[in-house]
């Protein structure tokens, strides 16, 4: 009995053994997973001050005045909504289809993920919804995914129930932390939903072109369908799978009550459009040049103490969801654009007929200027981005790997070719050091890199790069420019005739500025900015004629000289005892059409006719320039500017007066206000506030105002800026208007300066650079090539019902004393003189040039003076 008794215990103590094991292992693998979940609760979750203010790479948008959007800045094209704008559509989709208890439960949705084990991994039943809630989804938004390549099976299977761990984890903190719709805002923010755009709004205006707001049921359909999973989803590129997704969440909608069967009926049956789709960039939509100069003031902006963030660092464009408020009004700029380019197309074509088999960069050049124009032209071509590819191509490597040695160390074309004449011993170094080529603070890094292995592998990727350039360059291959009828057109042409090509492109700036607020309103650099991205707004240039109203100005306010005195068009000359007039010769300039009537001409007349002889006299009268430069000073032009060079921009010379000043678009806007605005200078700006993405105000524009000219004095040169648009110039406008034109030596430049009691705008024509230019008074002057520009300009925002312009609007009413002042109207009649009659008739081919419908014999008849034929038969 007993041994039985000892064979009936054996089993019992393994029985007890094995419950003992099976107790350890169940205490084990607890204490396992309270680690394992303590572990994951501890480790990179997002922490409540992360979820509290969480990252988001913001746009920063730009607006016009009317708060329409027309830029934005961005790493990630994002817009930030809150829960109050979001679209109902939008709303109901989103819970229908992603988080049909979002409001009953706490982050996780336990029913939801029992329905996904069941409905849509059994029974592969798509439409029943997804296990992850909206707050889980926002949390899986939040860190990033472990990468699962080269982890076994087991591995990755651990990895992601880490991950949903970690979820789960992140979704009830942010429940703890947020409002239900708060949760929804933000993973609607957070989402990519690829091709660019990041957030519902963003994804909205790419998808349909359009506010989220804005969207229709289908469209808002498509975009909640996109979140499971937007690469799948892609209604670019896999249409019949996102309609499909559209279609179930429509079919959601309908399910829970939202939309009706018929509803329902008619929207699956819908197609999927998207022929609104744009891909956003920095570059795309109006005034381009703007705000690429737009750019680069706000960087230089935010860098300033007073508007740096709270924190100390300075605001970042591209990820700070700034509102950027400008003052610039669409409605003024599209017809700014419109004006310069169709007038640009016609000045174009005129160029091209004028330099027909002529070769502007050696035609009536010495030695001296060929080498400098094709110098220029060498630049430009080293400039162009199939040059900067050969050059990485053959010294990109060998740079990189001299710089990992010496950082920062100058490695451009020159200096790589002043290196090789030392290498070859045909310079020394130290020479190079002593003209500035290299500099000092490099001499151990050149003298070590002489000496090593690099610079022999540098010499020969350069001379590689120079034969191969060659090669290259002078080839014909297929390539595209710049065409004003298409835009762009392919062509066969050698790259470096291409870069000629475009050379030879005239370029215009159009500034329209409010000359009592100093709010700029249109803007356009140029034409074209997918090629001629160079701005003309900002760029340089001398002035011609354009500056005489200021001497004029200064010599009836400061030394008393009536409007109506008339002096003898004769040569004049500054000799150099002249006292404060700084000449080291006799200057003795002549006027533009090379001749001297030697009639007489009051200071109207003199304008209008803009008579160098007349203003060379008036500086005379006046005996220094200072006192001119003191009241362009007073108009917003600083008289101690200086150029890259060093050089004064407004210098101490006589010849200043004749418009050998080199000074923008912007600046000359701006120095025209004082003459709108009753002789009160008014600073042009282009950004009225901005405001950090919590509509803080961060910076507010406010122009510098001055008293330049007094209002007597101001009205003068009104009336006379008033009558170089009067009788037979004038421009058919229904605004009183008033304006100067501008023409600099060789017609390399050609300015318009307009005036309205509301509107002040400047407009300048040429080339890039001065030879690229007419060759005739006729075909380069201001009246011609600028001038239209104002005029159509002003047309149009005149039969703009839209802008409401006041065209009836006057200039602010003169003081006591105008009227004695200007006593002279007899003398503001035009008189029957040679230049007369050749500016009616470069008048009268202009219109005809305009319409664009004439013939030789039309213009013969019209026109009976013998040499204006032959001009005729000559120029066209």
């Known amino acids: 009995m007993a041994g039985e008794q000892t064979t009936l215990n054996k089993p019992r103590k393994w029985l007890r053994y094995l419950l003992y094991l099976i107790i350890a292992m169940i205490l084990i693998g607890f204490v396992s997973i309270i680690l394992f979940l303590v ?117 990755r299977i651990v990895a992601l129930v880490e991950v949903k761990i970690k979820e789960w984890f992140t979704a009830i903190k942010l429940e703890k932390q947020y409002t239900k719709e708060e949760i929804m805002a933000m993973y609607l ?57 559209r279609n179930i969440v429509i079919g959601q909608l309908q399910k829970y009550g939202h939309i009706p069967q018929e509803v329902y009926d008619s929207l699956i049956l819908m197609p999927l459009d998207m022929e609104s789709f744009d891909r956003d960039a920095h570059d795309k939509g109006p005034a381009p040049h703007f705000r690429s100069e737009l750019t680069k003031w706000l960087k230089e902006l935010l860098k300033r103490e007073e508007n740096l963030k709270p924190d100390g660092t300075a605001y970042n464009i591209y990820t700070d969801g700034l509102q950027i408020q400008t003052t610039i009004d669409l409605h003024y700029q599209r017809h700014a654009e419109a004006a310069v380019f169709e007038h640009m197309k016609k000045n174009q074509e005129r160029y091209w007929r004028v330099w027909d088999n002529k070769n502007p960069w050696t035609y009536e050049a010495d030695d001296a200027q060929k080498e400098l124009r094709l110098g220029v032209l060498e630049r430009r071509i080293k400039e162009s981005d199939r040059y900067l590819s050969l050059h990485n191509k053959y ?7 001299i710089r990992d040695k010496h950082a920062g160390l100058p490695l451009n074309e020159n200096v790589i070719k002043a290196l090789i004449k030392v290498k070859e011993q045909k310079t020394k170094m130290s020479s190079l050091f002593k003209n500035g080529v290299l500099k000092e603070k490099y001499i151990s890094a050149y003298k070590d890199l002489m000496t090593s292995s690099d610079m022999d592998a540098l010499m020969n990727g350069y001379k590689s790069l120079q034969t191969n350039y060659k090669t290259v360059f002078d080839t014909k291959t297929n390539m595209k420019i710049y065409d004003y009828e298409k835009g762009e057109i392919e062509v066969e042409m050698t790259p470096r005739d291409s870069v000629k090509y475009h050379n030879q492109h005239l370029q215009s700036g159009l500034l329209a500025v409010d000359p009592k607020t100093g709010h700029i309103k249109a803007w356009v650099g140029g034409v074209g900015f997918k090629y001629f991205k160079f701005d003309h707004v900002n760029s340089k240039r001398q002035v011609g004629s354009t500056i005489k109203p200021f001497v004029y100005a200064t010599a009836i306010s400061l030394q008393g000289i009536s409007p109506c005195q008339e002096y003898e068009d004769i040569q004049y000359t500054i000799a150099p005892g002249d006292v404060d007039l700084f000449v080291d010769e006799e200057w003795s300039p002549a006027n533009a059409n090379e001749s001297f009537t030697g009639n007489d001409y009051n200071l109207y007349q003199g304008l209008l006719y803009s008579k160098n002889s007349i203003t060379v006299r008036l500086v005379k009268e006046l005996g220094s320039v200072d006192v001119i430069r003191e009241v362009l000073h007073n108009c917003g032009i600083d008289k101690d500017m200086t150029l890259p060079s060093g050089r004064l921009a407004v210098p101490r010379l006589p010849s200043m007066v004749l418009g050998a000043a080199d000074l923008s678009v912007k600046d000359m806007t701006g120095a025209y206000t004082a003459f709108a605005n009753n002789g009160n200078y008014t600073e042009p700006i282009f950004v009225s506030s901005i405001r950090d993405k919590n509509g803080k105000t961060i910076y507010t524009g406010v122009p510098e105002r001055k008293k330049a000219i007094n209002p007597l004095y101001n009205a003068v040169m009104v009336d006379m800026l008033m009558n170089n648009l009067a009788g037979g110039y004038s421009l058919g406008l229904k605004s009183k208007a008033g304006g100067k034109t501008g023409t600099t030596n060789d017609f390399a430049d050609a300015w318009f300066m307009g005036i309205t009691p509301n509107l002040v705008t400047g407009t300048w024509v040429g080339g890039d650079d001065n030879w690229i230019r007419f060759l005739t008074l006729d075909d380069g002057q201001g009246f011609v090539m600028s001038r239209p520009i104002f005029q159509n300009f002003m047309k149009k925002i005149e039969a703009d019902t839209l802008i409401n312009f006041d065209t009836k609007a006057s200039f602010v009413t003169p003081p006591d004393g105008f009227s004695e002042l200007t006593d002279c109207a007899r003398y503001k009649q035009v008189k029957p003189e040679d230049e007369q009659q050749s500016t009616q008739q470069t008048q009268s081919v202009y219109d005809e040039f305009e319409d664009e419908e004439f013939d030789e014999e039309e213009l013969e008849e019209e026109f009976e003076e013998e040499e204006f034929e032959e001009e005729f038969d000559e120029e066209f």
């Open 39 to 155: 572990n994951v609760a501890n480790g990179d979750l997002p922490s409540f001050e992360e979820l509290e203010n969480p990252k988001y790479d913001l746009a920063s948008v730009v607006y016009d005045v009317n708060g329409e959007p027309f830029g934005k800045y961005f790493i990630e094209n994002r817009e930030q909504i809150s829960f109050d704008d979001l679209n109902p559509h939008i709303y109901n989709a989103l819970l229908s289809t992603e988080d049909l208890r979002y409001y009953s439960h706490s982050g996780i949705d336990f029913r939801a993920l029992m329905r996904v084990a069941f409905k849509t991994v059994l029974f592969q039943d798509e439409s029943s919804g997804g296990g992850s809630t909206i707050s889980q989804q926002l949390a899986k938004l939040l860190f990033r995914r472990p990468n699962l390549s080269g982890k076994s099976a087991l591995g």
């Open 189 to 245: 923010n957070k989402f990519d939903f690829i091709n660019g755009a990041h957030g519902i709004e963003a994804a909205s205006q790419t998808y349909f072109g359009k506010s989220q707001g804005d969207l229709v049921q289908e469209e808002a359909a498509t975009l909640v369908g996109m979140l499971k999973n937007p690469s799948l989803y892609n209604p670019l590129r896999f249409p019949e799978k996102s309609q499909n997704r």
């Open 395 to 401: 010294l990109g490597a060998i740079k990189s790997k």
